[in-house]
Antibody, heavy 121, light 107 residues
Framework: EVQLVESGGGLVQPGGSLRLSCAAS????????MSWVRQAPGKGLEWVAN????????YYVDSVKGRFSISRDNAKNTLYLQMNSLRAEDTAVYYC??????????????WGQGTQVTVSS | DIQMTQSPSSLSASVGDRVTITCRAS??????LNWYQQTPGKAPKLLIY???TLQSGVPSRFRGSGSGTDFTLTISSLQPEDFATYYC?????????FGGGTKVEIK
């Protein structure tokens, strides 16, 4: 069974940084595109970033470009999201998600439980 | 970026009703369209991918259709566990985008 477990969320001041982690098990982690998706309180889903199997392709939503960085460590079966220059509007539950098939980037069939990020002074 | 517009944003229905949710893309996305279901406090669940392919384990009362810019999710006979929020999402572009969601509530 695929299991994705996020960690690293918390309360941070505007302008601060956080690094989220997503530990994967029960899957050939290195075979799949991985993504971060977030959901602000009471709002809908927003894709944040994704990364290919070897980390050579990375894509971001415009609102986080230059501030967030996605990476992965296939030896540790772990996905990361480094978040810098955080803003109040980054407050959300952050989910990591796995792509459905090894040749597909943008369809998510496995999700973590989410980690809360709150940006506030 | 491709904008995804869902309608309605919410609806009230009874158990056994047929429910239809629409999703429109701001440009042609062929069949690169997925549907997710989310209940409060839970992660989303993939229902349908490639516009009409039912994800493994999803009941057959869920049906997706459409191509190009216009798509539909139909629940043929609403069950108590189907009261949730539904999102469409395009995977045509590298900048992935979701619709705003449709909340299905109990009448």
């Amino acid at each position: 069974e695929v299991q994705l477990v996020e960690s690293g969320g918390g309360l941070v001041q505007p302008g601060g940084s956080l690094r989220l982690s997503c530990a994967a098990s029960g899957l050939n982690f290195s075979h799949y595109w991985m993504s971060w998706v977030r959901q602000a309180p009471g709002k809908g889903l927003e894709w944040v970033a994704n990364i290919n199997q070897v980390g050579s392709e990375k894509y971001y939503v415009d609102s986080v470009k230059g501030r967030f960085s996605i990476s992965r460590d296939n030896a540790k079966n772990t996905l990361y999201l480094q978040m810098n220059s955080l803003r109040a509007e980054d407050t959300a539950v952050y989910y990591c998600a796995r792509a459905l098939f090894v040749f597909v980037a943008g369809t998510f069939d496995s999700w973590g439980q989410g980690t809360q990020v709150t940006v506030s002074s | 970026d491709i904008q995804m517009t869902q309608s309605p944003s919410s609806l009230s229905a009874s158990v056994g009703d047929r429910v239809t949710i629409t999703c429109r893309a701001s440009q042609v996305i062929n069949i690169y369209l997925n549907w997710y279901q989310q209940t409060p406090g839970k992660a989303p669940k993939l229902l349908i991918y490639a516009a009409s392919t039912l994800q493994s384990g999803v009941p057959s009362r869920f049906r997706g259709s459409g191509s190009g810019t216009d798509f539909t999710l139909t629940i043929s006979s609403l069950q108590p566990e189907d009261f949730a929020t539904y999102y469409c999402q395009q995977s045509y572009d590298t900048a992935l985008t979701f619709g705003g969601g449709t909340k299905v509530e109990i009448k």
